[in-house]
């Protein structure tokens, strides 16, 4: 998985479609659900660390331009 949307793809094989409307929302909804998966060893260590590293890189990401547009 190299992005976010590969991610969102592996997540439906699972039947899981992760959509609040709030771009970080859905990130830390994903992440939740991928520790889900791992605990319940439903997917790979190598995935599940690559995925999670992979979002959490988007959500301080994400977070850093929230943080730009409201100090604007």
Known sequence: MKTIY???QFLKKYGTIIYVGERVA???LIEEEL???YN???IEHREFQNALMLLRQ???LEKEKNNKKTGE
């Open 35 to 37: 520790i889900e998966l």
């Open 40 to 42: 319940s060893q439903l």
């Open 26 to 28: 859905d990130l830390e």
């Open 6 to 8: 590969d991610i969102q």
């Open 58 to 60: 988007e959500i301080q």
